[in-house]
């Protein structure tokens, strides 16, 4: 790795936008390894509020088993205080608003205890709105618009990477604050029910939000023959069109999910629904296969083109200005 990159790497605050690895001390530790500021970790996808609460209960525990690795973030200075630190700040989130089942006073309860992403459908609809794969994309439901605007008066950020194309529009004209697209890769690159279109990416932008481009094989051209340069030929599409102020990198890692895993979450609850095929076994791009290659992309970055600024941006400084603006100070 070029001596410049790894110090600019070493400077600069670098967020990954989502992952939803199997969480251990070995995914921890490829954090470090790849200088990881803070990440977006999952905590809920179809499970309800028992479920959730439980899942949350282990991650109070991680926190204390892991202190030397790990740290909670609430709040944006816990994420400097993560990186003055040496430590990876962990932001829980939410794949779905499942886990509020029917009742919106469940939101402060979530924030209250740390959530402070949460995506409005996983693939399927539920009472909020509608998934990708629905057959039907009615868009937001009036119990949707109540959720995006107590999730913008708690300081939630409104994660719309697996709503539908229509759910998607009526939740950025609703919200009064930017929202993102944690990890998606636009659809006239790669033409996939989970990727973008055009019109949604310049929306995001327009909003003020960020897109977390992603390493996930099956939304890349390539799949599962993708290369660290076919994940930055991404970046690039993306920048020529929404511009370097809105772009991050959104990993969606899967570190130790075993097959099982895919089948539950890509089933979804109903049975007889469309899920996602995937070519297993899932083969992350050469280069940037785990939380350990991070580095990889900066120097990526820098052999590319990208100013040292534009690197910062896209590495961290462009989802920490939405962060501030979502949660505040």
Not at 135 to 140: H, Q, V, W, Y
Not at 144 to 162: T, Y
Not at 213 to 233: R, V
Request: proline share 4%; with cysteine.
């Amino acid at each position: 790795m070029d001596q410049n990159a790894k110090a600019l790497h070493e400077a600069t605050i670098v967020i990954d936008c989502l992952e939803i690895s199997n969480w251990s001390e070995t995914v921890f530790k490829n954090m470090r390894l790849g200088g990881l500021t803070a990440v977006n970790c999952t905590c809920s996808i179809l499970e309800n509020f028992r479920q959730t609460v439980k899942n949350l209960v282990w991650w109070r525990k991680a926190f204390n088993k892991y202190s030397d690795l790990i740290m909670p973030v609430h709040e944006i200075s816990d994420i400097t205080t993560a990186k003055k630190s040496e430590k990876t700040g962990i932001i829980l989130s939410f794949q779905n608003t499942s886990a509020i089942e029917d009742d919106l006073d469940l939101l402060t309860i979530f924030h209250g205890l740390g959530v402070r992403v949460m995506q409005l459908t996983y693939m399927e609809g539920n009472l909020t709105g509608q998934g990708c794969l629905e057959k039907f994309d009615a868009g937001l439901t009036f119990f949707g618009l109540e959720v995006i605007e107590e999730m913008n008066r708690l300081g939630i950020l409104i994660d719309l990477s697996h709503v539908g194309p229509r759910t998607a529009i009526d939740a950025l004209e609703a919200s009064q604050k930017p929202v993102v697209f944690t990890h998606a890769n636009p659809s006239s690159l790669c033409d996939h029910p989970r990727n973008k279109s055009d019109e949604a990416l310049k929306a995001i932008a327009e909003k003020g939000g960020v897109v977390g481009a992603t390493i996930f094989p099956p939304f890349l051209p390539a799949g599962n023959k993708s290369t660290l340069n076919d994940y930055i030929d991404v970046i690039d599409y993306m920048a020529d069109m929404i511009g370097h102020d809105h772009i991050a990198v959104g990993t969606d890692f899967t570190e130790g999910q075993p097959k099982e895993w895919f089948d539950w979450i890509l089933t979804g609850k109903s049975k007889k629904g469309p899920a996602l095929n995937l070519n297993h076994p899932l083969k992350n791009p050469k280069g940037i296969e785990c939380s350990a290659d991070f580095p990889n992309v900066t120097n990526a970055l820098l052999d590319r083109g990208y100013s040292e600024l534009d690197v910062k941006k896209i590495m961290g400084g462009n989802i920490m200005r939405v962060f501030s603006e979502v949660w505040g100070s």
